[in-house]
């Protein structure tokens, strides 16, 4: 900003009109001008004005005075920025709030006794709310203070003596508030305080003063209505005990702030500014010299604040980093988790400084709690010139300029994108609207104009949606934007997909179940890209249409390319994993919720992207086994946290993975088979590691609100279902060295450290080594390892006429075989086998070695890739068996039977 070269007290009437009462004071400012005020300076400056016999209200009238007269020759001189005249003003009132109620509490009590809870027994205190920028810590250098007033418990006062007399804590409670509204706000020969606004309590006007926390609670659940969540957001205690915040703080936090993704938000915030836009057009009408209003107006102050606070009523349930009280905060935290850009963060918060800090000049001249540019071209003319413009015409294009950017902004996310009719696709069906009253007969024609390839079967669906009780309940704004939804997909499924009535189907089976949820019908209609882009996952993908039925939390997904396509960040998950575990301490089930809806996230994520075709199998797996290792880790981080008597702070306890975690080839829905092992001689290890082993496996398997995290499988742990469920590192080395079975040092081949002590999961590395290069006797290996090969072919009996591509022979479970095999069989001599690199490289490496034939290695590889592609693909559509047409793989299956016959005759 250009800095002024005019004097303070020139471009302020009230500031010339204050030093001109006290020559004296001229001396004060400049002694306080050099320095940044605050609390410990608000408190000398009372006390030298009580010692010398003032009364508290005057004398904080003249350090308010003093303060605001020394922030406007600390700003105009360019000594201070605008975050510390809001910081510093806010102080001032916080002290000035709870110095009066300390005093006035005081007097009350000498006259009435202490207010005594009923249910505790213990003294209450009054709760004075700071609301808006107050709560916020925003506040204007002119600004009223929006307050409400809460106290703990009902009851009456204690009374210590006849002279005193007996009130409800109700009464006493009014009357102190009435004594500090009065202390803060009458107008004396020292002006005032604050101005104060109780006009957000509970009610309103009509409502008591105060209220205690069980009037606060009935009310924000019975009668709270939207526009008071927002209010609600910036709710900060100024005074009160700290029991009391605390509790006040679990009544509000679930009113404001919705557990799930709550974008019912935008349009319940686009219709309170609409009211108040259409009240400041009425006042700007009869009032033309009220115009350019930089808080109310068009691109001002409150859009800016409703920018920032959409955001946090959307996500703030989910999200603890988006509860900050302030607007400079919550957008840098906007940018920093990608809902915004840096660039339009940086703009907001450019176009926020501007305003505000022209605000807070246009009420330097007369201490008036002022917003709009004065009619005075005198005044406009100084208050130009404060801002450091030469001419009120350079001010206005600035000012211009940053509304507009605000506008723009404001504009793209609370544009209204849904007037209750589907937006046209084409000149056809667009005159096609479809609604619940039509006959089975009108609904299967007008499909057929639309294009559906079998509109009788389509009709047939829509119509038992329409007809469904869940929808006939639902409230008619519900059913009239479902309606509209429905429209606006039918046009969408013909022109992206080939399945209409299959893809239909299952976008019907979504809206149904997302149909009592008005935050998921807003989210679509809110962002109707995102309808698009459903359709395209449920005709790709029957699994991906379930999973999406089953969790509808994860449409927020698919609002964004830039988060949808980001590869992942494994070691930043982890961190916000942590993050938002610490963040909910002490609450378990919310704890694996956190865990379930992070989970759901990134596979939701990694899905788009393979629909995409953006990841090869191979590498999906990769990060879906990345993914469970990081929750892994964190959940046992967390677990043992909960383990009340644990004997250390960090266990010494490691998880380690076998089956497709541990060879990396883990599929969407795959259960986690693992082990667990310890190296602690403390005598409550045993004891609190299998505790931690078991609450890790309730964890991962609990059915919570968000679902389950993963099935756990524990059977291939040391003598499997009559084992100890963990094992001592030792012990484990003594059983697979001298009492496991073969089909067990089978199943070593695919294991690795997964989570926990990294030195255990070292050692866990060289027992494995240990036992894989133990020298074998070949025909009895070869006998075992066929034994157990027709067990599971028996165990697997296919009678479908088709190719089973995991258990037919020629399949994936005798490659498999074949690379354990190989491994058991020659790593004695070659330990580069033993590496867990997977089945397609130690084929290759088998065959780079000599140990098979080099060329079909390679093309037993390629069935194997070719084979989890494939079972990926059908799994995808929701089939439990990996089924094809033997034709389709002939070759690919007869390579690896000829394979097999090579390496067992």
Same mark, same amino acid.
């Given at each position: 900003?250009?800095?002024?070269?005019?004097?303070?007290?020139?471009?302020?009437?009230f500031?010339?009109?204050?030093l001109?009462?006290?020559?004296?004071?001229a001396?004060?400012?400049?002694?306080?001008?050099?320095?940044?005020?605050?609390t410990?300076?608000?408190?000398?400056?009372?006390?030298?004005?009580?010692?010398?016999?003032?009364p508290?209200?005057?004398?904080?009238?003249?350090?308010?005075?003093?303060?605001?007269?020394?922030?406007?020759?600390?700003?105009?001189?360019?000594?201070?920025?605008?975050a510390?005249?809001?910081?510093?003003?806010?102080?001032?009132?916080?002290f000035?709030?709870?110095t009066?109620?300390?005093?006035?509490?005081?007097?009350?009590?000498?006259?009435?006794?202490?207010?005594?809870?009923?249910?505790?027994?213990?003294?209450?205190?009054?709760?004075?709310?700071?609301?808006?920028?107050?709560?916020?810590?925003?506040?204007?250098?002119?600004?009223?203070?929006?307050?409400?007033?809460?106290y703990?418990?009902?009851?009456?006062?204690?009374?210590?003596?006849?002279?005193?007399?007996?009130?409800?804590?109700?009464?006493?409670?009014?009357?102190?508030g009435?004594?500090?509204?009065?202390?803060?706000?009458?107008?004396?020969?020292?002006?005032?305080?604050?101005?104060?606004d109780?006009?957000?309590?509970?009610?309103?006007?009509?409502?008591?003063?105060?209220a205690?926390?069980?009037?606060?609670?009935?009310?924000?659940?019975?009668?709270?209505?939207?526009?008071?969540?927002?209010?609600?957001?910036?709710?900060?205690?100024?005074?009160?005990?700290?029991?009391?915040?605390?509790?006040?703080?679990?009544?509000?936090?679930?009113?404001?702030?919705?557990?799930?993704?709550?974008?019912?938000? *935008?349009d319940?915030?686009?219709?309170?500014?609409?009211?108040?836009?259409?009240?400041?057009?009425?006042?700007?009408?009869?009032?033309?010299?009220?115009?350019?209003?930089?808080?109310?107006?068009?691109?001002? *102050?409150?859009?800016?604040?409703?920018?920032?606070?959409?955001?946090?009523?959307?996500?703030?349930?989910?999200?603890?980093?988006?509860?900050?009280?302030?607007?400079?905060?919550?957008?840098?935290?906007?940018?920093?988790?990608?809902?915004?850009?840096?660039?339009?963060?940086?703009?907001?918060?450019d176009?926020?400084?501007?305003?505000?800090?022209?605000?807070?000049?246009?009420?330097?001249?007369?201490?008036?709690?002022?917003?709009?540019?004065?009619?005075?071209?005198?005044?406009?003319?100084?208050?130009?010139?404060?801002?450091?413009?030469?001419?009120?015409?350079?001010?206005?294009?600035?000012?211009?300029?940053?509304?507009?950017?605000?506008?723009?902004?404001?504009?793209?996310?609370?544009?209204?994108?849904?007037?209750?009719e589907?937006?046209?696709?084409?000149?056809?069906?667009?005159?096609?609207?479809?609604?619940?009253?039509?006959t089975?007969?009108?609904?299967?024609?007008?499909?057929?104009?639309?294009?559906?390839?079998?509109?009788?079967?389509?009709?047939?669906?829509?119509?038992?949606?329409?007809?469904?009780?869940?929808?006939?309940?639902?409230?008619?704004?519900?059913?009239?934007?479902?309606?509209?939804?429905?429209?606006?997909?039918?046009?969408?499924?013909?022109?992206?997909?080939?399945?209409?009535?299959?893809?239909?189907?299952?976008?019907?089976?979504?809206?149904?179940?997302?149909?009592?949820?008005?935050?998921?019908?807003?989210?679509i209609?809110?962002?109707?890209?995102?309808?698009?882009?459903?359709?395209?996952?449920?005709?790709?993908?029957?699994?991906?249409?379930?999973?999406?039925?089953?969790?509808?939390?994860?449409?927020?997904?698919?609002?964004?390319?830039?988060?949808?396509?980001?590869?992942?960040?494994?070691?930043?998950?982890?961190?916000?994993?942590?993050?938002?575990?610490?963040?909910?301490?002490?609450?378990?089930?919310?704890?694996?919720?956190?865990?379930?809806?992070?989970?759901?996230?990134?596979?939701?994520?990694?899905?788009?992207?393979?629909?995409?075709?953006?990841?090869?199998?191979?590498?999906?797996?990769?990060?879906?086994?990345?993914?469970?290792?990081?929750?892994?880790?964190?959940?046992?981080?967390?677990?043992?946290?909960?383990?009340?008597?644990?004997?250390?702070?960090?266990?010494?306890?490691?998880?380690?993975?076998?089956?497709?975690?541990?060879?990396?080839?883990?599929?969407?829905?795959?259960?986690?088979?693992?082990?667990?092992?310890?190296?602690?001689?403390?005598?409550?290890?045993?004891?609190?590691?299998?505790?931690?082993?078991?609450?890790?496996?309730?964890?991962?398997?609990?059915?919570?609100s968000?679902?389950?995290?993963?099935?756990?499988?524990?059977?291939?742990?040391?003598?499997?279902?009559?084992?100890?469920?963990?094992?001592?590192l030792?012990?484990?080395?003594?059983?697979?060295?001298?009492?496991?079975?073969?089909?067990?040092?089978?199943?070593?081949?695919r294991?690795?450290?997964?989570?926990?002590?990294?030195?255990i999961g070292?050692?866990?590395?060289?027992?494995?080594?240990?036992?894989?290069?133990?020298?074998?006797?070949?025909?009895?290996?070869?006998?075992?390892?066929?034994?157990?090969?027709?067990?599971?072919h028996?165990?697997?009996p296919?009678?479908?006429?088709?190719f089973?591509?995991?258990?037919?022979?020629?399949g994936?479970?005798?490659?498999?075989?074949?690379?354990?095999?190989?491994?058991?069989?020659?790593?004695?001599?070659?330990?580069?086998?033993?590496?867990?690199?997977?089945?397609?490289?130690?084929?290759?490496?088998?065959?780079?070695?000599?140990?098979?034939d080099?060329?079909?290695?390679?093309?037993?590889?390629?069935?194997?890739?070719k084979?989890?592609?494939?079972?990926?693909?059908?799994?995808?559509?929701?089939?439990?068996?990996?089924?094809?047409?033997?034709?389709?793989?002939?070759?690919?299956?007869?390579?690896?039977i000829?394979?097999?016959?090579?390496?067992?005759?």
């Amino acid at each position: 900003m250009i800095q002024s070269n005019l004097t303070s007290n020139i471009a302020s009437r009230f500031y010339a009109r204050w030093l001109a009462a006290d020559p004296a004071r001229a001396d004060m400012v400049a002694g306080l001008a050099g320095l940044s005020m605050s609390t410990p300076e608000f408190a000398r400056l009372l006390q030298t004005e009580t010692a010398a016999g003032m009364p508290l209200p005057r004398a904080m009238r003249r350090v308010r005075n003093l303060v605001i007269t020394t922030l406007i020759e600390r700003e105009l001189s360019g000594r201070a920025e605008l975050a510390e005249v809001l910081d510093t003003i806010s102080a001032f009132a916080e002290f000035a709030v709870q110095t009066h109620v300390a005093a006035l509490t005081a007097e009350m009590i000498d006259t009435y006794g202490t207010p005594i809870g009923n249910e505790s027994g213990e003294p209450q205190e009054l709760m004075v709310l700071g609301m808006g920028k107050l709560g916020g810590g925003e506040l204007n250098v002119s600004s009223d203070i929006d307050l409400i007033f809460v106290y703990g418990e009902d009851g009456d006062t204690r009374i210590g003596s006849p002279e005193q007399r007996q009130l409800s804590n109700h009464e006493f409670f009014i009357r102190l508030g009435k004594k500090l509204i009065g202390a803060l706000s009458e107008i004396t020969e020292d002006g005032f305080t604050f101005r104060v606004d109780m006009a957000l309590r509970p009610n309103g006007a009509s409502g008591p003063l105060a209220a205690s926390l069980g009037m606060v609670e009935e009310y924000l659940i019975v009668q709270g209505r939207e526009w008071e969540r927002y209010a609600w957001v910036k709710a900060r205690a100024i005074t009160g005990k700290p029991s009391d915040i605390a509790a006040l703080e679990q009544i509000v936090r679930p009113f404001v702030y919705r557990r799930y993704l709550d974008f019912g938000a *935008i349009d319940a915030m686009r219709n309170m500014h609409a009211q108040i836009r259409a009240e400041v057009i009425r006042q700007e009408t009869r009032h033309p010299e009220r115009s350019h209003n930089v808080k109310l107006g068009r691109g001002g *102050i409150r859009e800016i604040e409703f920018l920032a606070q959409v955001f946090q009523l959307i996500r703030g349930g989910r999200d603890a980093d988006l509860r900050d009280r302030s607007t400079r905060v919550t957008l840098r935290t906007l940018a920093e988790k990608n809902l915004l850009t840096v660039v339009e963060v940086d703009q907001l918060i450019d176009a926020y400084t501007f305003l505000r800090n022209l605000e807070h000049r246009l009420q330097y001249l007369d201490d008036a709690q002022t917003h709009t540019l004065p009619a005075n071209p005198e005044d406009r003319l100084t208050v130009a010139k404060m801002m450091g413009f030469a001419d009120t015409e350079s001010l206005l294009q600035e000012l211009g300029r940053q509304r507009g950017i605000v506008a723009a902004q404001f504009d793209a996310m609370f544009s209204d994108k849904s007037n209750g009719e589907p937006e046209p696709a084409g000149p056809g069906p667009a005159q096609t609207v479809l609604s619940e009253n039509d006959t089975i007969e009108t609904i299967e024609a007008r499909l057929a104009m639309l294009g559906f390839s079998d509109a009788p079967a389509a009709a047939k669906r829509l119509m038992l949606t329409w007809q469904s009780p869940r929808l006939q309940s639902l409230p008619d704004s519900s059913r009239t934007r479902l309606t509209a939804l429905i429209n606006a997909a039918l046009p969408i499924v013909t022109s992206v997909t080939e399945s209409h009535s299959a893809t239909l189907g299952r976008l019907l089976d979504f809206f149904e179940a997302i149909a009592r949820r008005a935050a998921y019908l807003a989210l679509i209609t809110e962002y109707p890209h995102t309808l698009e882009r459903v359709i395209r996952m449920m005709d790709a993908s029957d699994w991906a249409a379930k999973y999406l039925t089953r969790h509808p939390i994860l449409l927020d997904e698919l609002l964004e390319d830039r988060t949808l396509k980001a590869a992942p960040d494994w070691p930043a998950f982890a961190i916000e994993c942590r993050r938002q575990l610490e963040a909910n301490e002490g609450d378990t089930e919310q704890q694996m919720n956190v865990l379930r809806d992070l989970h759901h996230a990134q596979l939701f994520r990694l899905l788009a992207q393979d629909l995409e075709g953006d990841l090869t199998v191979e590498r999906l797996a990769d990060h879906l086994s990345a993914l469970a290792d990081v929750l892994v880790e964190v959940t046992v981080e967390a677990v043992w946290r909960t383990v009340a008597n644990r004997h250390r702070e960090v266990p010494l306890f490691a998880v380690i993975a076998y089956g497709k975690l541990g060879g990396k080839e883990l599929g969407y829905a795959s259960d986690l088979d693992v082990i667990f092992l310890y190296d602690d001689d403390h005598p409550d290890a045993p004891g609190n590691y299998a505790r931690l082993a078991q609450r890790f496996i309730t964890w991962m398997t609990s059915h919570t609100s968000s679902g389950i995290l993963f099935d756990i499988d524990v059977a291939l742990r040391p003598d499997g279902a009559s084992g100890l469920l963990v094992s001592r590192l030792q012990a484990f080395e003594k059983y697979q060295s001298a009492s496991a079975w073969v089909w067990e040092h089978q199943a070593l081949t695919r294991a690795r450290f997964c989570a926990g002590d990294v030195t255990i999961g070292s050692r866990f590395e060289e027992v494995r080594e240990k036992v894989l290069q133990q020298p074998r006797d070949e025909k009895k290996l070869r006998d075992e390892v066929l034994a157990m090969r027709r067990k599971l072919h028996t165990a697997h009996p296919n009678r479908s006429g088709r190719f089973d591509l995991k258990h037919d022979a020629g399949g994936m479970i005798d490659i498999e075989f074949m690379v354990q095999y190989l491994v058991l069989r020659h790593a004695s001599g070659h330990p580069r086998l033993t590496a867990d690199i997977g089945n397609i490289a130690l084929l290759k490496l088998c065959g780079e070695l000599g140990l098979i034939d080099a060329s079909l290695a390679g093309s037993v590889a390629d069935a194997y890739r070719k084979y989890r592609k494939m079972q990926h693909q059908i799994r995808l559509q929701g089939e439990d068996r990996a089924r094809v047409d033997g034709a389709r793989v002939a070759k690919e299956s007869a390579d690896v039977i000829a394979l097999w016959k090579s390496i067992f005759g």
